[in-house]
């Protein structure tokens, strides 16, 4: 098959141009560390630029293809690969924009973080595996692909976890990620497995037609679609498989929270979207009629649950690190708005608002991690306490975190405000008064706990055994870098949200 | 005489429970391990016999994915029991709590 990119006629693989570099430069550290002369001699600046670039391109190269309309209805139309079991669209596209552009700031950060450790190119080799099956669960278009690219993204994540092996924290998250991960993906077959079971297909699109409206086994069918919902609940740290999200944050090392929390989540969330929309729309309900399988309240609840537990617990919490584990938690409840207010009129509104909410917190949750990894470097300590007077040593830093809290909170300095004002937008829409209030409640609360930080870096005495004697560069770099996105995308929210829309509306 | 499928659906399921009922109730890592294979190989059940039922070869293609899945699971799990080991002296997965849940 033979696509038009830009004039030319290439290959219909190249709109997979995106994933295959994050792949490729997987493997080129792989052959990198293996022709050194000494083991683990390779140079760390070399691993992180070779990894950081391979993130880029993809970036780049997915964020050019939806400008110039690979995968859109303007350009070549949806490009589907291997017998339908990939398509690359524009929300193929978005999302591997999230993930490149995480991937790319986490490596960086990287840089600094892994300095000293061993073990850094299979790190970073590591890294780019994950992103390379986040960015295909992206494009996945079948439930077999789904699951084999969501491993590919899990079992990466695992080790990563549990990367620093000496550190009774850094293992014990790695057990319990892997332990909850491992329940859940089984839960995920499982559910699959009956969704074959009721309808005798894999693929997205033969199992809504062989479905139809009216399904033949509805029970099988729907205990088989809320396993699956369950599944994803797992990747996107939703309840009720949220309990490992506190413990893997605040054990692993700091970019590999920053990366998981921002961009496993992300391409967790566009698997849902993708499952829920092209293979489960008319049980739903989508088409009008009674749902068979009522899949929309079942994530009303989810979303409402998943925001309320997620702040609540944030509130209690005395570690910084923990803290914004739980408010990652709360923000997948925030994005969950995008499956459960789809009976609102404008459905492309609702789903792009959600996108649009996942790409602004790719930037500031990432952001917020990277700076916990900085205090990391510093050794600061772990709690509220800890972090007194900071910006008295580190002003750009904290202004920096200062900006990424506020925009996870939802204040108009970063482009969370504008984010969740759309998926306030989505609820009134959808007519679900609860979502809204709760979407509400809980950003007030946010508030609250955010600015506590916000307190200490800046009001606080600092306590006087603070001293931070080294700014490492590359750590610093992707701070800003994130800092500098969160804020940009207040005013360019409006120039990416039709985009987002236009990706969105291809699905229904 | 064919067996009816609906019995294959009922055997999965206990299979399933069994596997729940393991994870629930041990603490030992690698019993928990052996659950979720378990519950990996009460999907593949279904799997093939709907695949069977239906007569494609989708759901039977997709069994051997599963497994080696499981395999790459289980590999990246030993992996990790082994470092627990190694800090915790101890492979019960209550051990490490140094975190509360």
């Known amino acids: 098959m033979v696509i038009d990119i830009a004039g030319a006629s290439v290959p219909d693989w190249v709109a997979l141009a995106p994933t295959v570099a994050l792949g490729l430069g997987a493997m080129l550290l792989f052959v990198v560390d293996m022709v050194e002369p000494e083991p683990g001699t390779s140079s760390n600046a070399t691993l992180a630029g070779i990894s950081t670039l391979g993130a880029l391109v993809a970036f780049l190269v997915a964020g050019s293809f939806l400008v110039i309309g690979v995968g859109q209805p303007d350009g070549t139309g949806a490009v589907s690969l291997f017998n339908d079991q990939l398509v690359v669209d524009g929300m193929s596209l978005f999302f591997v924009v999230i993930v490149g552009s995480v991937t790319a700031l986490v490596s960086l950060a990287s840089y600094d973080y892994l300095a000293g450790q061993r073990y850094q190119a299979e790190y970073y080799a590591l890294v780019l595996l994950a992103a390379t099956g986040m960015s295909l669960m992206a494009s996945a278009n079948g439930l077999a692909t789904a699951f084999v690219c969501l491993e590919l993204s899990s079992l990466p994540s695992y080790a990563l976890v549990a990367f620093l092996k000496d550190n009774k924290g850094s293992v014990e998250a790695g057990l319990k990620y892997f332990l909850v991960g491992a329940l859940s993906s089984a839960v995920l077959v499982y559910g699959i497995s009956l969704v074959y079971a009721a309808s005798g297909h894999l693929q997205f699109d033969a199992i809504a037609e062989s479905l139809g409206a009216e399904p033949e086994f509805v029970g099988v069918l729907g205990i088989g679609v809320v396993m699956v919902l369950l599944g994803f609940a797992f990747k996107t740290a939703s309840v009720p498989f949220h309990f490992w999200a506190p413990e893997a944050y605040e054990g692993a090392p700091a970019p590999v929270s920053a990366f998981i929390s921002s961009a496993s989540k992300a391409a967790g969330f566009v698997l849902a979207f993708r499952v829920f929309l092209t293979a489960f729309p008319e049980i739903g309900g989508l088409a009008g009629g009674d749902p068979a399988v009522d899949w929309i309240v079942a994530v009303q609840v989810l979303a409402v649950v998943t925001m309320t537990v997620g702040n609540f617990a944030a509130a209690t919490q005395e570690k910084v690190k923990r803290m914004l584990a739980y408010s990652s938690v709360g923000h997948a409840g925030y994005a969950l708005i995008g499956l459960a207010a789809l009976n609102a009129p404008q459905q492309d509104f609702v789903l792009g608002a959600s996108m649009m909410h996942l790409l602004v917190y790719g930037f500031m949750n990432t952001g917020a991690f990277l700076f916990v990894a900085l205090t990391e470097h510093w050794d600061v300590g772990r709690t509220f306490q800890d972090f007194n007077g900071l910006s008295e040593q580190a002003p750009l830093a904290c202004a920096a975190m200062t900006v990424f809290l506020f925009s996870l909170a939802g204040l108009p300095i970063g482009g969370g405000f504008v984010s969740k004002l759309y998926l306030l937008g989505a609820t009134v829409q959808a007519g679900t008064w609860l979502l809204g209030a709760a979407l509400v409640v809980n950003s007030a609360l946010s508030l609250y706990y955010y600015s506590r930080v916000v307190r200490a870096m800046w009001f606080e005495e600092p306590d006087a055994s603070l001293e931070v004697d080294s700014y490492p560069t590359s750590l610093y770099a992707a701070v800003v870098i994130a800092a500098v996105a969160t804020v940009v995308l207040l005013p360019a929210f409006g120039l990416l949200s039709p985009s987002a829309i236009d990706a969105a509306s291809v699905l229904f | ?101």
């Open chain 2, 1 to 101: 005489m064919a067996i009816v499928t609906q019995y294959y659906l009922v055997l999965s399921a206990a299979v399933f429970c069994i596997g729940v009922y393991g994870i629930l109730t041990r603490s030992n890592a690698l019993m928990f391990l052996m659950s979720v294979e378990l519950l990996l190989n009460a999907a593949n059940i279904n799997l093939v016999a709907f695949s069977f039922y239906y007569g494609n070869l989708t759901g039977q293609v997709f069994t051997l994915f599963t497994m080696a899945l499981a395999a790459a699971e289980v590999a990246v799990g030993i992996g990790i029991i082994l470092v627990l080991y190694r800090n915790f002296e101890d492979i019960d997965v209550t051990k490490a709590a140094t975190m509360r849940w």
